[in-house]
C-alpha cells in the first residue's frame, strides 16, 4: 500500500474543498491515487447531497453582486438547514460567487445556473454546491434568482444583515437616493412599483370584503361600490412603492411618488428576497417524541 502522506492530503484538500479527515480516508481507499480519490469523493459528494436534497433549508442567506460600472447586477437567495450553517464561512461565499455568476453569465434559471462554471472558483455551480454540502454535512440549495441589466439607467443593492436583500434598477438621482429606496424597501416590503403590478385577485379581494363589511354595517346599496373604491385605493398605497410614505420623510407625509419626482428620478424595477419567506419549518415537538417512544416500549 502507497504511503499517504500530509502533502498529498493537502493537494486532494485543495482539489475538492473538503474535510482533511475526509481527503486522508479516500486516499487510503485509492491506495494513495489522488485522481481515483477524488473522483471517489466527487461521487460521495454526489450521493450525500441526494440524500440531503429532502431535508428543509429554511435558513440560509441573500447574497447581491453589481458590478463595478452599475449597469447588471443580481440578487440571490442561498439556503441550509440551521442558522450556524448560514454564518459558516465557506457557505456565505458560495452565496457570493452565485450572485456574481449570476450576474456575469445571465442563467435563464437555476437549472442552466447549475451547469455554469462558478466564478473564483473552480468546477460548476453544482460541483461547487455538493462539494459544500459534503463539507458541512446540510443540505445547501439555490432557491431563487434575480438578475438586472440596464443601459440607460443605473443599479443600487441594500442588504439588512443577510436575510432580507433589495435589488433596484432605477433612473436619475444618485447613489444615495438608490440606497435610500432600496432600504425603504426592506422595511416597507412593497408588492410591486405601482397599481399595475399588484395581483388582480388581490384587489378583488379587498373590494369584496370591504363591500361586505359595509354591508354588514348597515350602508345603503348605493354606497357599496364608492366604499369599496375607496378601500381598494388605501389598499393600493399601502403595498405599491410609489403610494407609500417614505421612511425616511421628515414630514412623515412625502410619498415616494413624491421623493422621485422632487429628484427628477424614477423607479424601473425592484426585487427583495427574504431568507426563508414562504417555507414551512419543520417544528419538532420533543415532547410528542419521547411520549411515543415510551408508548412504544410498554407496548
Known amino acids: 500500500m502507497s504511503e499517504i502522506t500530509a502533502s498529498m492530503v493537502k493537494e486532494l484538500r485543495e482539489m475538492t474543498g473538503l474535510g482533511m479527515m475526509e481527503c486522508k480516508k ?31 433549508t429554511a435558513e440560509g442567506v441573500v447574497s447581491t453582486f453589481i458590478a463595478k460600472d452599475g449597469k447588471v447586477g443580481a440578487l440571490v437567495e442561498v439556503n441550509c438547514e440551521t442558522d450556524f450553517v448560514a454564518k459558516n464561512d465557506d457557505f456565505v461565499t458560495f452565496a457570493k460567487n452565485v450572485a456574481e455568476t449570476v450576474a456575469k453569465n445571465s442563467p435563464a434559471d ?41 443601459t440607460s439607467g443605473k443599479l443600487s443593492s441594500y442588504l439588512h444583515g443577510s436575510k432580507i ?32 403590478g399588484v395581483n388582480p385577485a ?13 354591508r354588514e354595517g348597515g350602508k345603503p346599496e348605493a354606497m357599496l ?35 422621485l419626482k422632487s429628484k427628477g428620478a424614477s423607479v424601473t424595477a425592484f426585487q427583495m428576497f427574504v431568507v426563508g419567506e414562504g417555507i414551512e419549518k419543520k417544528v419538532e415537538d420533543y415532547a410528542a417524541e419521547v411520549a411515543a417512544t415510551i408508548a412504544a416500549a410498554k407496548g
Open 165 to 196: 436583500g433589495v435589488l433596484l434598477n432605477f433612473t436619475g438621482g444618485d447613489d444615495v437616493l438608490g440606497r435610500d429606496l432600496c432600504m425603504h424597501i426592506a422595511a416597507s416590503k412593497p408588492k410591486s412599483v405601482d397599481a399595475s
Open 110 to 150: 437555476i437549472a442552466a445556473l447549475s451547469g455554469m462554471a462558478i466564478v473564483n472558483g473552480s468546477g460548476s455551480v453544482e460541483e461547487t454546491r455538493k462539494a459544500l454540502i459534503m463539507k458541512l454535512g446540510e443540505n445547501v440549495s439555490i432557491r431563487r434568482i434575480e438578475r438586472y441589466a440596464t
Open 225 to 259: 361600490e364608492k366604499i369599496a373604491d375607496g378601500t381598494v385605493q388605501k389598499f393600493l398605497k399601502e403595498v405599491t412603492l410609489l403610494g407609500q410614505v417614505f421612511v425616511k420623510a421628515e414630514d412623515g407625509k412625502q410619498t415616494i411618488e413624491q421623493l
Open 26 to 56: 479516500a486516499l487510503v481507499e485509492s491506495n494513495g491515487d489522488i485522481k481515483a480519490a477524488e473522483e471517489q469523493m466527487r461521487i460521495k459528494s454526489g450521493a450525500k447531497a441526494s440524500k440531503a436534497a429532502s431535508r428543509v
Open 202 to 214: 388581490d384587489i378583488e379581494t379587498e373590494r369584496r370584503i370591504a363591500i361586505e363589511k359595509a
